[in-house]
């Protein structure tokens, strides 16, 4: 592996981004897959970073997940997603920050579309008239969540009271970086790094002191594919595509996984578990699994969060072991307690997966 | 114990050329090297006694043991009636019957 | 009327046409950008399909241009204006020069296999160039993987910046299906325990003895043709690659691992072709090769009285023929010269 | 006088041993015969007529060696002087012995070693016309024609191609010893005699006298000792090739004998081997012959032919690929002089390496196939003629002509004769393509079964046990020609008729072919045909040869066959025709296309066997 190589490539996929004032529009699903992330990426904005970011409570879905799961037409997705630009209007923004990477590849998909399809986007904007009496500009500039924390990455490392590296080794933590398919395969150019060799997790990754692993199915996909996973009789290819990649990304012993898309880390956490109870297998050591996070949760980690606060607990792999890796201190008794300091209740010990044990 | 989720792991789709078992096909090269000639025209296909009665492909049967894919093959290449009208229309001069007989011997020596 | 030629580029059709022209009585100057004459055919160990040494031919060609020829090498063109007297061309170093008749044989540049990222050209250590290869030959050295091993198992991928869209050429190359086909018996040549598995579209064996040197390389060498064009290559952590790919003849996904790939990269235009055209607004092709006037009839001429073409520069063309192109070249500038009309 | 001496004793030994070593040999062999060919046999010897039938054959093949007299008079007289000769000089010895004893109850080695014992003063050496006199005469005689025997098989060791052999084989230990001990026993006689009779002044004959006066005078010792060790020397060698005789290719001898007469009593070869595989190697002389003929040697094949194959089946080791590099053209059984059924033998090897893998025809139903039509002929193209379409066309062409109601049975592809598979000794798997193919023949109700591929001409006689007649093409178009269904108008001038093996060889129809072109053709000689004629070279009966290798050998075929400059090649086999037509010079066109072509015009073509629009077209227009 040439890393110059790679840097050269980086370099030809430099992407515009913001510096602020985002209209930031939430994903579906992250906020119950992972729900200390969102949250987590607003903490940072205002309280490290002091950004301006706008958040407006009547947004909706892009209906990304219908659009891909073949049930709502393209026409009614760029509709919906003109609403989205026109609430973004309203309030005198025009830097548009999405969660989800699913809308991001929905939004540049759409904006690309009518770049070259300027009679589509008419239509669409008669369409939106017709149904809310609303305009729209299309925004100036239009970024993932990620490629904002990647912007500003070495902010974060700069304030941050952690680093990837290992306390008992000295050595740079070993990671996984799984970018969702949706956020430059479609449009290389529109990702920071580019499709192949994307950098938008790695630069993160890199300034925070790991090192990234470039393993051979870096490339493919998490499994979750929407048809893939949303029809029961499907879901073995799902998780065919998930062991596929853990299988190969094993030998290089990852101390955790790096994701910036909603599908990716669920399907790459909780896969895990049905792995080990279909087939007993288990990719992390000792009978651990791999531990999966946000690239907001990362950060957090970084910036000295308190790991509840950002709801590691939720992950069906432990994160424990990694935490006491990088010496972040957590309190085990607090793990399962709601804000309100109540028991939220303990989930059932795998079969085969291990459950992390604080000594 | 094994849950059972309602689904299985789906078994990779693609020819894995590293894990496949090249036996028969490492055989076929050392007894009927003619068969490196194939540029996969499909004359013998085309021609095909049995292959007219029944879905026999033998240019991919071929094909698929140089790849070492040989699990359905061991079957299908049962279907074939030595006629060697395949031999008579290949373009490159590959001893197509002497590559069944050969394939089929080494299936026998494999198992 | 004075019977100045000045050619620009000094690869094989240059030297052809300087040569030719100098045969035929003009006073010819060639210009060479590099410090020595030769272009990619200098590269080049052994010839398709005879295998022939490339060496033998350059010399050949150099010794052709009689003493009347004025080589400059590292002379590197401003720019070609077009005037009343004939042509000025003005170079980096020195004093302009004026000529009759001009022609150009700037040829083509190798595609940049970076851009095809997938492939992980300047990213994984064991991914090389046919030209890289065909430099490991002419030097006579061990064809090794990055650590020094010889590899057991090779792939050698074709049509790498041709023939595709996403590069942004549709066109083919030519001669990467032969040089392909080429290299792999020379791989097993010099390493015969070593496999080599060819990834190719097609085979376009278009000229002579090119077939029969496929047929060699199948019958006598046992390279492997896998047809399918390779998606993605990966690197494993022994830095072998996994290369996946479709295997069209069965219609089945393929993956393998190699020790060794090898990218067979096609011909593309020179940026300096493009400043030529800009500059004389000559017709160029989708391709960006520039084009003739007419394909069948005035192959060698352009828009512009005196300026003629040969050569790679008109798009991807074998060694033979380029030479037997500027051959032509160098007759339709003598006719330009003496005012004759060339009827066919 | 006591007619024994102590240098009798290696030869009378070495009797006892050989008689009693090809005793049991020939016990063991019938024996392990099936009882069917155990019952054939004991009745046939005990058949007169059959007896005598074999007995005249012996006499034929083992003594005068007429097939090799029919090769090359030279290799002829060569082993005819040795068989003949000895043989002759045994029952004459015996006589003239007879006339010495006034017995018949002699000892075996009393008429061998007869001037020993005897010194007849009585009668001298240019004498003829007396008893002794004569048979002095005689003996002298068959000793020199013998000689002249050995004289030219010493010379055939130098110039083989005098014989007409240009390879042969080699020999192993035992054949050269018995070899030596076989040129050693008649020289050795005649020295013996020749020293004798000159010791003695008398009892030689023309020949042996005046040598052994003359040995007797340049003897610088006591010739009576010379004589003596001669005699020793004859008794040893005679001893000695009688006890090697068993263990080397002499054994031959003897066992033809038995071969002559098994296939005399109908004993055939089987389908696995058997003890007439047995005899029938051991039969094998290792003359060579078959090598010569092979067509492999033109493809670079040297190591497969028969007599090498044999060697392998007698060694009890046959590499696979030996049994499978044949073309099984039956060129070697043709020109085997003791007559071994070399294509046979090499089937049952092929048959021993094929294991219990199974085909599976189960996908043959008449539902994918189609269920045929009724009608009097069934009409079996044959795979290989689907890609001779002319063919088809012109046979479809004569039956409408002639008015034929038949059924083209493989119109919508062919489900395989099973030869092909026969060949490859998947006799068992074969048998689930005839069986399927006898179905579809038995649905059409027809009377005659009529194939343009002798391959499955072949198949259809000798494995289908079908209850209709089976006819190839060539059979069938002379038979209407014959019967006035069809008109003959055209003529074709300097055709070459080649015949296919598996036609005549291989099935014996050398003149329906013929008959039926002389009368559309002027024939061209072929220098090797019928009986002798050459494969084509595309025979299906080899696996191991590569394409260039089938076209060398085509090319020789094609080479021999354009001899007389013929301008056009005629055969009776679609395979035959794709093999030739690719290499040769002139056009190649089945018998069928040559007739279809000397029907009087207007041609009906017919898309199909059963509707005739383009008849009824032309029907309007008359």
Known sequence: MKIEGKRSIWKEYQKEIADDRYFYVRSCVRQNFFPGSEKTFLRIMKDVLHKDVFENASHTTCSGIGYHSDVVPFETAMTMVARQ??????????????????????????????????????????????ATGRTFNKPANLAHASDVIFKFRKEIAAGGMYRLINKHTGKPLQVVEHIGCHYSKMFPAKGVGGAEYPYVLAGMIEDWGGDVIDYPERRHCCGFGFRQYLIQANRGYSLACSKKKFDSMAPYKPDFILTNCPGCPMFLDRWQYALSEMEGITYGENGLGIPVLTYEELAGMILGYDPWDLGLQVHQVPVEPLLDKIGIPYDSKRKFLTMDGKMMGQPKAPSHLKFYQHE | MVKNFGYKILSDASIDFDRNDKRIADYLKAHEPSMNLCIGCGSCTATCSAGHFVDFNIRRIHTFIRRGETNQVKRDILKCMFCGKCQLVCPRGVNLRNVILTINRAIEQTG | MNKKVIVVGGGVSGMTAAGALSELGMEVVLLEKDDHTGGHAGNWDRLFPSRRPGKEVIDFIEKSMSSTVEIRCGSRVTSIDRNTEGFTVNLHNGDPLTAESVVIATGYELFDARKKEEYGYGIYDNVITSAELEAIFKEGRQLVTHNGKTPQRVGLIHCVGSRDEKVGNLYCSKVCCVTGVKQAIEIREMLPGCEVFSFYMDLRMYDRNFEELYYEAQQKWGVNFIRGRLSECAENPDHSLILKTEDTLTGRPLKMTVDLVVLLVGFVPRPETRIISDMLKLQTGSDGFLSPVDEHFKDNSTSVPGLFLAGAVKGPACIVNSIADARATAVQVKAYINGEMVKW | MINFNLFVLPFFLGLIYLVAKIGKTWYRWIKALPAIDKVKFIAGIRHPQLFLSALKEVFLEALIHRRMWKRNPLLGYMHMSFALGWFLLIVCGNIESRFYSGTHLNAPYYPIFLKFFIHDKLVLFFEVFSVPGFFRFLMDF????????????????????????????????????????????????????????????????????????????????????????????????????????????????????????????????????????????????????????????????????????????????????????????????????????????????????????????????????????????????????????????????????????????????????????????????????????????????????????????????????????????????????????????????????????????????????????????????????????????????????????????????????????????????????????????????????????????PVYFAASGQSHPAKSYANELI
């Open chain 1, 85 to 130: 630009f026109a609430i973004m209007t309203e309030a005198g923004y025009e830097n548009f920050t999405t969660s989800c990477i699913t809308s991001f590849g929905l939004y540049s998909e759409i904006l690309e579309t009518w770049h070259h399809f300027p009679e589509v986007e008419e239509r669409v904007r008669q369409h939106l008239i017709n």
């Open chain 4, 142 to 601: 068959l000793l020199l024609f013998v000689l002249s025997g050995l004289v030219l098989a010493l010379i055939k060791r130098q110039k083989s191609k005098w014989f007409g052999l240009k390879r042969t084989t080699e020999f192993q230990l035992t054949d050269s010893i018995s070899l030596a001990c076989l040129w050693l026993i008649f020289p050795m006689r005649l020295l013996a005699e020749s020293y004798t009779a000159g010791y003695y002044g008398s009892g030689g004959g023309f020949m042996t006298q005046p040598l052994g006066n003359l040995l007797v005078a340049i003897t610088p010792f006591r010739s009576d000792y010379a004589a003596y060790s001669m005699w020793w020397g004859y008794s040893l060698s005679l001893g000695i090739f009688f006890i090697t005789l068993p263990y080397s290719r002499y054994m031959h001898i003897p066992t033809e004998v038995l071969l002559i007469f098994f296939r005399h009593l109908e004993i055939q070869p089987k389908k696995w081997y058997s003890s007439f595989s047995d005899v029938e190697v051991q039969a094998c002389s290792r003359c060579g012959v078959c090598i010569d003929v092979c067509q492999l040697n033109d493809a670079g094949i040297n190591d497969s032919q028969a007599v090498y194959f044999i060697r392998g089946v007698r060694d009890k080791y046959v590499p696979e690929e030996i049994s499978r590099k044949c073309l099984l053209c039956g060129r070697c059984q043709e020109v085997c002089p003791v007559g071994i059924s070399t294509d046979s033998l090499r089937l049952i090897k092929r048959r021993e390496l094929v294991s219990g893998q199974a085909s599976d025809f189960s996908y043959l139903t008449t539902q994918r196939t189609g269920a045929p039509c009724q009608g009097e002929v069934v009409y079996f193209a044959g795979c290989m003629s689907h890609l001779t379409p002319a063919i088809i066309r012109a046979m479809k062409g004569i039956m409408e002509q002639a008015g034929i109601s038949y059924v083209h049975l493989d119109e919508n592809g062919s489900v395989c004769c099973g030869r092909p598979l026969m060949i490859a000794g998947k006799d068992r798997q074969a048998q689930g393509l005839i069986d399927f193919n006898k179905r579809l023949i038995g649905l059409t109700h027809a009377k005659l079964l009529v194939t343009s591929c002798p391959i499955c001409y072949r198949v259809f006689r000798e494995e289908y046990n079908l209850p209709i007649r089976i006819q190839h093409h060539s059979q069938f178009i002379l038979e209407l020609v014959k019967t006035g269904k069809i008109p003959l108008q055209g003529h074709f001038k300097n055709v070459a008729y080649h015949d296919p093996c598996d036609l005549g060889r291989g099935s014996g129809v050398y003149t329906a072919p013929r008959e039926l072109l002389s009368k559309i053709a002027d024939l061209v000689p072929v220098p090797q045909d019928a009986n002798n004629a050459l494969c084509c070279g595309g025979s299906l009966g080899i696996f191991e040869a590569s394409q260039q290798q089938h076209n060398a050998m085509t090319a020789v075929t094609l080479d021999m066959l354009m001899k007389n400059q013929p301008e056009i090649l005629a055969t009776a086999c679609p395979l035959c025709k794709k093999t030739l037509e690719k290499q040769s010079p002139v056009a190649v066109k089945d018998i069928a296309e040559l007739v279809y072509e000397s029907l009087p015009k």
